[in-house]
T-cell receptor
Framework: GAGVSQSPSNKVTEKGKDVELRCDPI?????LYWYRQSLGQGLEFLIY????????KSGLPSDRFSAERTGGSVSTLTIQRTQQEDSAVYLC????????????FGPGTRLTVL | GESVGLHLPTLSVQEGDNSIINCAYS??????FIWYKQESGKGPQFIID?????DKRQGQRVTVLLNKTVKHLSLQIAATQPGDSAVYFC???????????FGQGTTLQVKP
C-alpha cells in the first residue's frame, strides 16, 4: 500500500483478555517501530525492529507486552491480560533505512480496556 | 534524565498570522530533530526535520530553527491556515539509537 496500515482501527476488550494489534509497514521499509499514545499525551516508544537484528524491547512497559515481526514485514503487538491502564492509541511507524531516516506513521489502533 | 518538552500546551492564532511553536530538549547528544503534525484521529505526519549541524531549515511555509546553545527548537508556520489546526510534536533522536523521544505536544488552534 501507499502508507503504513494498522488493524483494527478500534478495539474494545474486557480486562484480562489478550489482544493482538497488527501493523503493515510501507513496502521496502526495513525498520518498524511501535509507540503508545495516551489521551492528550506524547508518544511513548515501545519496541523497534530493524531487519534481522534482535529487536530493541527497551520500551515495553511489562512482560505482558510482546511483539513480533514476521518475514521482515508485518508486525503484531500482543498485550496479554489487558489492564485498564493499557487503554491508549497504539501507533506503528516504518522507516526506510537505519535509524536516521524519517519515520512514517500509521493511523493507529485505539484500544479501550473496560 | 532526557526529556523533550513544549513550552505551551495550546496556541491560538488568527488565520493569516504566523505561528511559532517552541520545544526544549535536554539531551545534548541528540543530533536529529523532527516536527510532526497530528490531526484528530490520525497518526503523526512528518513536517520537517533538521540535523544538529544546521541551525535553520526551510520548507513550504514552515521553518525549523535549532539553537544548540540553549537546546531549543522551534517551528514557524507562515500565513497560518485553518488546515494547520492540529497537535504539533517535536521529537529528538540520539545518534544511532533510532528511538525518537517525543514532547507532550502543542495544540495549534487557528481562528478564522
Amino acid at each position: 500500500g501507499a502508507g503504513v496500515s494498522q488493524s483494527p482501527s478500534n478495539k474494545v476488550t474486557e480486562k484480562g483478555k489478550d489482544v493482538e494489534l497488527r501493523c503493515d509497514p510501507i513496502s521496502g521499509h526495513t525498520a518498524l517501530y511501535w509507540y503508545r499514545q495516551s489521551l492528550g499525551q506524547g508518544l511513548e516508544f515501545l519496541i523497534y525492529f530493524q531487519g534481522n537484528s534482535a529487536p530493541d524491547k527497551s520500551g515495553l512497559p511489562s512482560d505482558r507486552f510482546s511483539a513480533e515481526r514476521t518475514g521482515g514485514s508485518v508486525s503484531t503487538l500482543t498485550i496479554q491480560r489487558t489492564q485498564q491502564e493499557d487503554s491508549a492509541v497504539y501507533l506503528c511507524a516504518s522507516e526506510y533505512a537505519d535509524r536516521t531516516d524519517t519515520q512514517y506513521f500509521g493511523p493507529g489502533t485505539r484500544l479501550t480496556v473496560l | 534524565g532526557e526529556s523533550v518538552g513544549l513550552h505551551l500546551p495550546t496556541l491560538s492564532v488568527q488565520e493569516g498570522d504566523n505561528s511559532i511553536i517552541n520545544c526544549a530538549y535536554s539531551n545534548s547528544a541528540s543530533d536529529y530533530f523532527i516536527w510532526y503534525k497530528q490531526e484528530s484521529g490520525k497518526g503523526p505526519q512528518f513536517i520537517i526535520d533538521i540535523r544538529s549541524n544546521m541551525d535553520k531549515r526551510q520548507g513550504q511555509r514552515v521553518t525549523v530553527l535549532l539553537n544548540k546553545t540553549v537546546k531549543h527548537l522551534s517551528l514557524q508556520i507562515a500565513a497560518t491556515q485553518p488546515g494547520d489546526s492540529a497537535v504539533y510534536f517535536c521529537a529528538e533522536n540520539m545518534g544511532n539509537t533510532g528511538k525518537l523521544i517525543f514532547g507532550q505536544g502543542t495544540t495549534l488552534q487557528v481562528k478564522p
